[in-house]
């Protein structure tokens, strides 16, 4: 079942329409900036200053500036131009420089690489002495190629790719790595720069197809109904529900965001993203200790986003927004369904039972759940920001889908998960930005450890520890590692809002920690990636500094991104602050992650901390003899 939008006039924070999207391919065209060679890796919105955004009111014209980034797939040259999409002015045209990196990869580039591979002898001689014959079951599977100077220099644009089989055309082909085979081909002159072929293992035979199995019957339905209708309202782009209030957004690179959350008329936060995750490689053989893929600055997580279905992806009585990006070409492409809104009981929100009087009571927890998916290649993952009748917000990232094999018998930098078939070692590290609002546009961010006590005078008997608050009070200062010896948490307060007890109204960021980027310092990826070196940054706002590894990590040499946003260390006391957070699972494969993964969660919370003046949820009702429950004995409290 799903719910109705009721139709608004445009906001300021509003994603892009189609309309929008064509409107500004129009004005390019126009322009003379569009030939037959010209395509478009990104069309992004440029959200307007927050000055602009707090006094706009219901009915106003809102600013629709386009940020477009269009590459001559013939010269290889990269233009990037601002367009009004409101008033149709093209504001600026500039072409970028090669050093700054690549625009993202262009679904068509997937196809020109693999058809280059095929094409080019070496390849077929190496499937040939290996025993392939049906090369039209080749799959090559072309991917971001990292930034190696010392091998083709500085001013290519290129891919690498590896070779996988099928034994027909429905066959998984992840199951069948053709191992120490690898291409690499320069996307605009057209050539095959080199073919490395140095394996002698043989292609894994078993399948990994994972349909087809035969049903379980023992699994009865769970069958989810509201019949009284849900407790959200949607206007637009704006949702309100049991004292939350935020806009939904969607952009082709970072796929779902979410603007001016905030729980019972007080702000929490500007805005929440997921702009950058990097999935580095632990395997140092030379067809893999390249992979170091940036899922949304190099193929874009929201172009790449799935159309979701009821009762698969999402459960209930769900409310979906459609969103549209551009194509190659610039024109418009509407994802339908591509987010899924809906409420989730999720157990007990508090409990007490009276040991004097043998009353209980009990209140059931529930959460609004807003949700997307994207697939990347071979992964695929989920991205679901939570928001809880207690005020708390947390983000689940859920990574599944098949992981990436090569083939062998033993490795000690990948686990065997199927006769013959190895899976490296990697990460899957995800960057959330957190354009902070607490109480208001003023905050500081406090790191907060529990600290044990000696056994002396003061504490005789050794049971004493206490807490220790460090003001994060410059950027420098301000690059955190998480420390769970020590329960360490970070506060964002206010400095103008105070609680009744007269203190900062406070979230605390609650981190659900794992390791950071393990590779070396001098390793590439640690320059590129270098925003996964830590668990926190925190940084003083600036409308341009939107990417924790830069505007263009596809082929970036590194050092963009988060190292120079905080390179001047500016002062934080009482700014408008943005927090990175860094998240994510080192994953050792298990032979239970194939052919498809059980998904793997990781994220963290943010919880009012003195934001409230006391437990929101006090009047919740009290669903004892509710309509699930036999009569005579509900309790609730599953």
Known sequence: MTTPT?????????????????????????????????????????????????????????????????????????????????????????????ADGRAPILFEEYDRCADLVRADPRWQAAMLRRGVEKLELAFVAPLSPGSFEEEFGNDRRYLRALTFLRDHVDDSPWAHPVEGLLAEVDLITGEVLRVTDRGDDPVPAEHGNYTGYEPRTTLKPISITQPEGVSFAVDGSEVTWEGWRFRVGFNAREGLTLHQIGFQDTPVLYRASMPEMVVPYGDPAPWRNWISYFDAGEYLLGKNANSLKLGCDCLGVIHYFDAAVADDHGNPVTIPQVVCMHEEDYGVLWKHTNILTGASDVRRSRRLVVSFFTTIGNYDYGFFWYFYLDGTIELEAKATGVVFCGAGEESPYAAQIAPGLLAPVHQHLFCARLDAEVGGDRNTVEEVDFVRLPTGPDNPRGNAFTFKSTVLESEHG?????????????????????????????????????????????????????????????????????????????????????????????????????????????????????????????????????????????????????????????????
């Not at 892009?16 to 500004?24: D, F, M, N, P």
């Not at 322009?31 to 395509?39: F, I, N, S």
């Open 478 to 638: 301000a690059q955190r590692l998480a420390d769970t010896a020590v329960g360490r948490t970070w506060l964002v307060k206010s400095a103008d809002n105070l609680n009744r007890l007269g203190k900062q109204r406070a979230y605390q960021l609650v981190p659900k920690p794992g390791p950071t980027l393990l590779a070396q310092e001098d390793a590439t990826v640690h320059g590129r990636a270098a925003f996964a070196t830590k668990h926190l940054w925190v940084t003083k706002f600036a409308e341009d500094e939107r990417y924790p590894a830069g505007d263009f990590p596809n082929q970036h040499p590194g050092g963009a991104g988060l190292p120079a946003y905080t390179a001047g260390d500016r002062p934080l006391v009482d700014e408008d602050l943005v927090l990175w957070h860094v998240f994510g699972p080192t994953h050792l494969p298990r032979p239970e992650d194939w052919p498809v993964m059980p998904v793997d969660y990781s994220g963290f919370m943010l919880r009012p901390h003195g934001f409230l003046d006391r437990n929101p949820a006090l009047d919740v009702p009290d669903l004892t003899g509710c309509a699930h429950c036999p009569p005579g004995q509900c309790g609730c409290s599953h």
């Open 6 to 98: 009721q139709a608004t006039s445009t906001h300021p924070l509003d994603p892009l329409t189609a309309a929008e999207i064509a409107r500004v391919r129009d004005v390019l065209v126009a322009a003379g900036k569009v030939t037959e060679t010209t395509r478009f890796p990104s069309v992004l919105p440029i959200e307007p200053a927050k000055s602009l955004v707090r006094t706009h009111q219901p009915g106003e014209p809102a600013p629709r500036r386009v940020l477009a980034v269009l590459l001559d797939v013939t010269t290889g040259v990269t233009s990037q131009a601002v367009v009004d999409a409101a008033t149709g002015t093209l504001e600026s045209f500039e072409d970028l420089a090669a």
